[in-house]
């Protein structure tokens, strides 16, 4: 029943920050998805008999590479494999399922807050034992063998009934389609006192959650709506759809524009969110106020305690490089450690095993704990709900106070997308020629005090990642950050992080473009952006 087919190696199969990520159309050329599968499984050891965990975003493709999957892991000779209803797993239920079942890893199926459709974006992801995203040292050795790989195992047999729930031994191996929303949600009432948020929303706290047509809808609706007792209606946008109805899945100023203008308008429910695609990231606006990622790692991290989960203390905090520094700030009030490590949630997981870090986020609207080992949109949502309960105050005087004792880092993210990629390598490797001159340079009112590319040494591992961006950080502690996307899947996108830390009460409400301003202005200056991306301003700013 087994088969051994020959394939052809692609050139292109390098996972990015996340997985590898393709169009579709590239994913549908002959053997692409399987060439991948097999590179993950030829990297492993000692998975005969174990169990592998397979689930999507519900994307476009996701049916098709999901039925791949499970007959791969068959004829590659896995004991089990759990699947999600209707091939639906959000990363971070899909980290939990990995972890709660102590299953060997798991096969996720998304492109995450890239569009879908059929000439959109698709992704493969593998998670190690975890729950978290394979190190560098295993996608790099997928990547090897993509290059090399001349055959794929599979075995012959009609595709699964991904709809019914239940359990069937075929070819040897043990297909268990689970409800994907159960064990996730036994997981958050564990962690959250639902009691209080249920009764804050019972007193009429008004609740706007949009699930982007993407993989949270499920999820939302049964933990906010049903578990909860938001009224319907409170999660908009919940059927997840291939094309996630035409639009971005990524929840920020200017995908979810919508729930934005809401949020500010007159009758604005108490609280908004958004996540994204595959339900890791979140998007936090309260009525009149958008909270910045970087902001909202902080805040969470100062109240964790309030939230059974967490009361005995938080052990650490980590936040990814570009990552705005106030949380750095609750750590040191907290006397706790504090950790800088590159982009992507991968670098994440040896600090939570480890127990160095309970808390982690960064700036691209992903927060999470060691509860898994992914971000997790939701999570942060019923975070902040907890602690809106127990405190019983607006979001926005909960931030207010929350700059009024630490100070605020003004923070903004500008993206400059679809750039000609010999353009935005070329403007890279100009900084990187620049950096050994600008310490001690002056731009206005502002000194260079170092420029680096920054390198991230794992204390646990010992393993050493470089390139990680460009960093120039000015005396008095502002600074801007240049790296290239690595998930995206057409030209490059360059991004610019701009931060400055404003220590004074009284420059806490400033608009947060102008307080950038002169930096942003340094930013065009030393990067020459305009005339090397031929941009004159960025495609997103968040
Ligand atoms: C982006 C974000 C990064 C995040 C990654 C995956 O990566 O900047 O913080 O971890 O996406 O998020 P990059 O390389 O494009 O900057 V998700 O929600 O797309 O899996
Ligand atoms: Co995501």
Redesign the pocket.
């Known amino acids: 029943m087994n088969k051994t087919v020959p394939t052809k190696p692609y050139p292109d199969q390098k996972p ?4 590898l990520r393709k169009k579709v159309p590239v994913f549908q050329q002959q053997d692409y998805a399987e060439n991948f599968i097999q590179s993950i499984f030829d990297s492993l050891e000692g998975f005969a008999g174990k169990t592998l965990v397979i689930g999507g975003d519900g994307r476009y493709y996701n049916r098709e590479v999901i039925q791949k999957a499970i007959k791969m892991a068959a004829a590659n000779g896995f004991g089990k494999v759990m699947v999600g209803k209707g091939g639906i797993l959000s ?1 971070p239920a899909a980290s939990h399922i990995i972890r709660k079942y102590k299953a060997f890893g798991g096969i996720i199926l ?5 569009p879908g459709g059929p000439t959109e974006d698709f992704g493969i992801k593998y998670n190690i034992g975890n729950g978290g995203p394979a190190p560098e040292k295993i996608t790099d050795a997928i990547f090897a063998r993509t290059k090399v790989i001349d055959s794929y195992k599979i075995a012959d047999f009609a595709d699964i009934n991904l709809d019914v729930i239940g359990k069937q031994t075929i070819a040897g191996m043990i297909v268990s389609v689970i409800d994907p929303v159960e064990d996730y949600a036994a997981l958050m009432e564990e962690l959250f006192d639902f009691g209080a948020i249920r009764n804050m929303i019972s007193l009429g706290f008004r609740i706007c959650f949009d699930a982007m047509s993407a993989v949270t809808g499920p999820y939302a609706k049964e933990i906010l709506e049903i578990r909860l007792g938001a009224p319907n209606g409170s999660v908009r946008n919940f059927m997840p759809l291939p094309d996630f109805g035409g639009h971005h899945p990524d929840p920020n100023l200017v995908h979810a524009k919508e729930l934005y203008d809401e949020m500010m308008g007159e009758d604005a429910p108490d609280f908004g969110a958004a996540s ?3 339900g ?2 979140n998007l936090i606006i309260g009525k009149g106020i958008f909270v910045t990622p970087s902001d909202s790692l902080a805040i969470l991290a100062a109240n964790a305690n309030l939230a059974p989960g967490y009361s005995a203390g938080i052990a650490g905090i980590a936040r ?1 490089m ?1 990552t705005s520094g106030a949380s750095d700030r609750v750590a040191e009030k907290l006397g706790i450690g504090s950790y800088e490590t590159p ?3 991968k670098f994440f997981g040896n600090l939570l095993d480890a127990g160095l870090a309970t808390i982690c986020g ?5 927060t999470g704990s060691n509860h898994v080992r992914e ?1 997790d949109g939701l999570w942060a949502v019923l975070l902040w709900l907890n602690i809106l309960a127990v405190r019983g105050e607006s979001v926005a005087d909960i931030v207010h106070q929350h700059w009024a004792a630490y100070g605020r880092n003004y923070y903004s993210r500008h993206d400059y997308e679809g750039v000609d990629t010999d353009a935005a390598n070329g403007l890279v490797e100009a900084l990187r020629g620049k950096l050994d001159s600008l310490p001690g340079t002056q731009f206005g009112n502002l000194t260079v005090a170092t420029a680096d590319d920054f390198a991230y040494h794992d204390p646990v591992d010992k393993s050493v990642s470089k390139n990680q961006g460009i960093r120039i950080l000015f005396e008095g502690g502002s600074r801007v950050v240049f ?6 899947t057409s030209g490059a ?1 360059l ?1 610019v992080y701009i931060e400055r830390y404003e220590p004074d009460p009284n420059r806490h409400g400033l608009e947060t473009q102008e307080a950038l301003a002169d930096l942003i202005a340094v930013a065009e200056t030393i990067a020459v952006i305009r005339s090397r991306t031929g941009r004159d301003t960025p495609s997103v700013i968040t």
Do not use: I, Q, V, Y
């Not at 998304?110 to 890239?114: E, F, I, P, R």
């Not at 960064?362 to 992903?366: K, L, P, Q």
């Not at 790296?483 to 995206?488: D, K, P, Y």
């Open positions: 990015g920050t996340s997985g990363t998304s492109a995450s807050h890239n994204d695609g595959d890791d990231r990814s570009p982009t992507g949630w960064e700036e691209s609207a992903g971000k790296r290239l996307s690595g998930t995206g996108t991004r």
